[in-house]
């Protein structure tokens, strides 16, 4: 059946995907214009094979249904949906592979709040399981912009609680479990008996699924195969709201999971993921590994776990993730690249070969098994790790610093700033960039300030506006960037690093070894003046 429409003017996809309150999902009409480009934005459904899923939170299903009858009317031969609606990010990309399909929808505003006056969001991945590149969201924006009619199917709802094949007109409807096919993929990249053995030594761990889509996996692998004792994975069940939390593995929405890692009964070993399963933070006994420096222990560690035993071709790293792994991929004599933010960048690179472990600093880390970044995948490396290696999360991480030097690093996030107040701030400090390079800001002399723009090698598409850089002599930084994937307001962040090749001249507090530039970042251009805030509202 086809409907006339109209289109709405602000779909255009940000750093991951669409995301938009719920309440405008659930304008008339708006989700299925968007579906409508997606099919019209890339040659159509007729005869391909998709694969949808989200995240669980509040309006995955009503979505499902709605996708799954647009399908149906589109021509799709056959969709792929987990079970209940149930699949994280890396699951869907690995399902995509998996099926050999033509692309996935995923539905998630990842770690952004749940519920009827929270967050929604809707991703379109291609057919090699990432994130579609910005030639392929520029073409389904443009035809979010000149939509007239939709094509949606007349048909009672599908069950999705129940595994099987129901067909609607062509079309074959595949309820997978949500869980088999990834697990089964990281039973091949990593040694269970390890770390199976490991649980059984005595060894502790607290898994927080923050009430969003990892529970069910973390619990199948970390508790019913691996031998993790129950209770290993809290906050283990999918609630549309989360809980009414933030489902971000930070220092401050993780709170109940730092305060156990914290506590005198502390495991081992804590980790959390985020809503749709795509992030993870990775905590020792009262120790917090950055996501940069886990991305390069990974990297440094890598020759322990089976699945990375033949040696990496090269690493990728977004640009404000700190230059950790760049040290590990000299070191290793492997190709170190830098990308802007956001995982669809990492793509080509993993095609063609040239990378095989990406990381952001936003707590993402992963590999070419699927194209996604991998929230458990990231957990079930660092137990394979410890498993080998016999040390705390604590001695692993020491020794890597000893070894490569330390990268010191802290973000500072600004959120529902006004929005002419942070296109000021921006356009302020560009100003201040220009004939900065060779001057002096703070008493430190600048080597680059510039706006990041990246060619990519691959394929030699380009990207501009990507982050304010100033960067001085002493390889220290700070990075100015506006988020793509908030959803009130301008939300500002600020990369601060500084590198101490010098083990024994370390300061034990990332804080006070960053303080002289996040002076520095406040004096430039008043920041906080200008947007009338104190102190940043989160920190990581
Ligand atoms: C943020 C992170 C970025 C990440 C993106 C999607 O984007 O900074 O590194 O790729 O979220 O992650 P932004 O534009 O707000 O800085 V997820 O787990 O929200 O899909
Ligand atoms: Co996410």
Do not use: K, Q, Y
């Given at each position: 059946m086809q409907r006339a429409t109209q289109p709405y003017h602000d779909q255009k996809p940000g750093t991951s995907g669409l995301r938009k309150k719920v309440r405008a999902f659930q304008q008339s009409h708006y989700l299925e214009n968007f579906v409508q480009a997606i099919a019209d934005g890339t040659?159509?459904?007729?005869g391909k094979t998709l694969v949808v899923g989200g995240d669980g939170r509040f309006y995955n299903v009503e979505a499902i249904q709605i996708i799954l009858r647009m399908a149906v009317a589109n021509g799709a031969a056959r969709v792929i949906v987990g079970q209940d609606g149930i699949l994280s990010t890396p699951a869907v990309s690995c399902l995509i592979r998996h099926y050999q399909a033509d692309g996935g929808i995923v539905l998630s505003a990842s770690h952004n709040p749940g519920g009827p006056d929270a967050d929604f969001g809707i991703k379109y991945n291609v057919s090699n399981g990432g994130p579609a590149p910005e030639a392929v969201t520029d073409a389904i924006y443009a035809c979010s912009r000149a939509i007239a009619v939709y094509h949606i199917a007349e048909a009672?709802?599908?069950?999705?609680?129940?595994?099987g094949i129901t067909h609607i007109q062509q079309t074959h409807i595949h309820v997978v479990d949500s869980v088999t096919q990834y697990q089964s993929l990281m039973g091949e990249l990593f040694d269970f008996d390890a770390i199976g053995a490991l649980f059984r030594a005595g060894f502790t761990m607290c898994f927080d699924a923050m009430r969003a889509v990892t529970g069910p996996y973390a619990k199948a692998i970390?508790?019913?195969?691996?031998?993790?004792?129950?209770?290993?994975?809290?906050?283990?069940v999918p609630l549309a709201d989360f809980?009414?939390?933030?489902?971000?593995?930070n220092l401050t929405h993780a709170h109940e999971l730092v305060e156990r890692l914290w506590?005198?009964?502390?495991?081992d070993f804590g980790a959390a993921s985020d809503g749709d399963g795509d992030r993870n933070m990775i905590l020792g006994s009262r120790f917090f590994v950055t996501p940069s420096d886990s991305l390069a222990v990974l990297a440094a560690n890598a020759h322990l776990v089976p699945g990375y035993a033949q040696g990496l071709s090269g690493i990728a790293r977004s640009m404000p993730t700190s230059q950790a792994c760049d040290t590990v991929a000299r070191e290793l004599g492997i190709e170190c690249f830098e990308t802007p933010t956001g995982w669809k960048y990492f793509g080509t690179l993993m095609d063609a070969g040239r990378a095989t472990l990406c990381g952001e600093e936003s707590f993402g880390t992963g590999s070419n098994h699927v194209r996604e970044k991998d929230g458990l995948w990231a957990v079930l490396f660092w137990l394979n790790v410890l498993a080998v290696r016999q040390q705390s999360v604590e001695q692993v991480v020491s020794e890597h610093w000893a070894r490569f030097g330390r990268n010191y690093y802290a973000r500072h996030d600004y959120e529902g700033v006004r929005v002419e107040a942070a296109n000021e701030l921006m356009s302020a400090l560009r100003q201040l960039q220009v004939g900065l390079v060779d001057g002096h800001l703070g008493g430190r002399e600048v080597v680059y300030a510039d706006d990041f723009a990246y060619t990519d090698p691959i394929d030699h598409s380009t990207a501009t506006g990507q982050g304010l850089r100033f960067g001085f002599a002493d390889g220290s930084r700070i990075v100015y960037r506006l988020s793509g994937t908030g959803t009130v307001g301008a939300t500002i962040r600020i990369y601060f690093e500084r590198f101490e090749a010098n083990p024994a001249a370390q300061y034990d507090d990332p804080r006070q070894a960053l303080a002289d530039l996040i002076e520095l970042a406040d004096s430039m251009v008043g920041l906080r003046a200008r947007i009338g805030r104190d102190q940043p509202d989160v920190i990581t």
């Open positions: 040659g159509g459904f007729a009672t709802p599908v069950d999705l609680a129940r595994l970390l508790e019913h195969t691996l031998g993790a004792p129950a209770g290993t994975v809290m906050n283990a809980g009414g939390g933030h489902p971000d593995p506590s005198d009964a502390a495991p």
